[in-house]
């Protein structure tokens, strides 16, 4: 792999780094500095044109161009209502843990990063929606925006300057479906995190009817570092349509499973082989999923393929949050489905039919076929039933990410779940675990 340049986690391997005065002498809130008070003070225009050079995509698995994003808030001369910026760090994603990373060694980098996207915006006061079982994010999230406001970067007048910004932290309640945008908002509302139908969009009725733009950590993260060195130095880095450096999380059966960081362009089988050890034990890789469970799954034999936006659609699958999950030849697909299938049962908000029944159903067909007990018909009817369940067929998109990986599986290894079914049992039987003292 060809060298390449850093600068996501370069702060994170600093002892003390989610310290003020450690950050600040890594350079941090120059980048503030820079918009607010340099020899030639940025405007709201002039961050949001920086953003829109640099072609950074959203980090949240979406991908959709921060910069233009940010140009969907209404224009405050003519929408005089109050705006928020939302920051999701939800993070429930199975195999995304990059955020977490983050914002426990380096939150003053979230907090600068925020503070610079609401000058942009013209926010108010960012909120940043942190999953409740980060217990260690939260704290030290809390305590860099303490520090911060102690050191006037964080309320009224920062750095003696006419912006005032407020940052809120919200702890999540341990549900997976208000890492969607909608449902996020309503939770940190009071209500109940049930996603929203849209249209209207967050930026003409977000938080409290008020607009408001959601980003995810890893997006804002990038934003002191585009605005200190310019659109286009970012621009230069990466692939045609996926620009900058990313945060892989790789997990699974791999000799060194972590969070890494990469530039577009690099190729799955390198981070496999050469960032992460290779697969474990001496084994093939049997498939893998690009970018957390919710993506389609791609067969072992097509590691090859470039790691972007752009180049994982022609082998079926997405880029997602780049949390690749690596499955080994001596594990069972159906087994996989299973606790995938589970996952997204248990996490369904149970607004639409669609999505309510077709993953319980999805959930125990595959137990039933994982553990011996399928029917002649089973592999047909999850399908049908993904089919039901996905593209687009449902408010927010926890039906899609239970139909993409069940098609997915049943499209490069529907022999092997037919086999499961014929022989009354699972042809790569889960192990048993055996635990000290058993008896």
């Known amino acids: 792999m060809k060298k390449f340049e850093t600068w996501l986690l370069d702060r994170c391997k600093v002892a003390n780094a989610h310290t003020l005065a450690v950050y600040k002498q890594l350079g941090g809130y120059s980048a503030l500095a820079k918009v607010l008070k340099g020899d030639k003070p940025m405007t709201p225009a002039e961050v949001i044109n920086e953003m829109k050079l640099s072609e950074l995509r959203g980090r949240g698995g979406a991908g959709f161009p921060t910069g233009m994003k940010w140009t969907f808030m209404p224009d405050p001369a003519k929408d005089p209502r109050p705006r928020y910026l939302a920051i999701n760090a939800d993070e429930s994603e199975p195999g995304t843990c990059k955020d977490r990373v983050l914002m426990e060694k380096d939150p003053h980098g979230l907090v600068e990063g925020a503070l610079i996207a609401c000058y942009a915006m013209r926010a108010q006061a960012a909120y940043i929606y942190v999953r409740g079982e980060y217990r260690l994010s939260y704290q030290r999230l809390q305590a860099a925006i303490d520090e911060a406001r102690a050191a006037g ?43 929203r139908p849209k ?4 930026a003409a009725f977000g938080l409290w009817g008020q607009p408001t733009t959601v980003n995810n950590v890893e997006t804002i993260f990038n934003v002191p ?16 349509g996926s620009k900058g450096n990313f945060l892989c999380g790789i997990s699974g059966h791999v000799e060194r499973p972590g969070v890494y960081e990469l530039p577009f362009g690099v190729t799955a089988r390198e981070i496999v082989e050469e960032v992460a050890g290779g697969v474990w034990k001496g084994r093939k890789c049997k498939a893998w999923f690009p970018g957390g469970s919710s993506c389609a799954l791609v067969k072992g034999e097509d590691l090859d393929v470039v ?19 690596i499955i080994d030849d001596q594990t069972s697909i159906a087994r996989v489905m299973e606790i995938i299938a589970r996952f997204y049962d ?3 908000c149970g ?32 399908e049908s039933l993904a089919k039901g369940m996905a593209p687009g067929k449902t408010i927010c998109a926890l039906s899609d990410a239970a139909a993409i990986p069940t098609l997915s599986a049943v499209r490069l290894f529907k022999d092997e779940l037919l086999e499961c079914v014929r022989a009354k049992k699972d042809p790569i039987p889960y192990p ?8």
């Open 153 to 195: 970067l964080v309320g009224k007048n920062v750095l003696g300057t006419d912006f005032s910004c407020e940052i809120h932290m919200h702890k999540g309640a341990g549900a997976y479906i208000c890492g969607e945008e909608t449902g996020l908002m309503e939770s940190l509302e009071g209500k109940r995190g049930h996603p």
């Open 199 to 202: 249209p209207p969009f967050p």
């Open 225 to 240: 570092t585009i605005v200190a060195r310019g659109g286009a130095w970012h621009a230069a880095i990466g692939t045609k």
């Open 307 to 325: 790691l972007d936006h752009d180049s994982l659609k022609t082998k079926g699958s997405s880029l997602g949050t780049a949390a690749m999950i």
């Open 346 to 348: 248990h996490e369904s």
């Open 351 to 382: 607004q639409c039919s669609q999505c309510r029944e077709g993953t319980q159903w999805l959930s125990q067909i595959f137990h039933r076929i994982a553990t011996g007990h399928g029917q002649a018909d089973d592999v047909a009817t999850i």
């Open 432 to 439: 048993r675990v055996e635990y000290a003292g058993a008896h």
